[in-house]
């Protein structure tokens, strides 16, 4: 299994940047997904999920109203778009995929973790 988070970069903010994340070797279509962040000393926080068919999808509050998170099944890609950046935001994201919940806002729910994209927000 293989996911790999593509998108990082380095914005300013009240930029935009959209994270992809592709999936291979699983079957996309019954993962939830979700897409998590962390900073360094810090614990790895859940930013957004969504569930397999992409029916439901939850935010952090901290992201709510300006991060969007889809699914592709057809294409094996979660996407999170992410408006109205801030350096609150700096962080390394990655994705991960549950096979065994819709979707979750606990790391330890997930089976599969991507390798991080790392995005800077600057003021």
């Known amino acids: 299994v293989q996911l790999q988070a593509s998108g990082g970069g380095l914005v300013q903010a009240g930029d935009s940047l959209r994270l992809s994340c592709a999936a291979s070797?699983?079957?996309?279509?019954?993962?939830?997904m979700g897409w998590f962040r962390q900073v360094p000393g810090k614990e790895r926080e859940f930013v957004a999920g969504i569930s397999r068919q992409g029916g439901t999808r939850k935010y952090a509050d901290s992201v709510k109203g300006r991060f969007i998170i889809s699914k592709d099944n057809a294409k094996n890609t979660v996407y999170l778009q992410m408006n109205s950046l801030e350096p609150e935001d700096t962080a390394v994201y990655y994705c991960a995929a549950a096979e065994t919940f819709p979707y979750s806002y606990i790391p330890s729910h997930y089976n599969y973790w991507g390798q991080g994209t790392l995005v800077t927000v600057s003021s």
């Open positions: 070797g699983l079957t996309f279509s019954r993962c939830g």
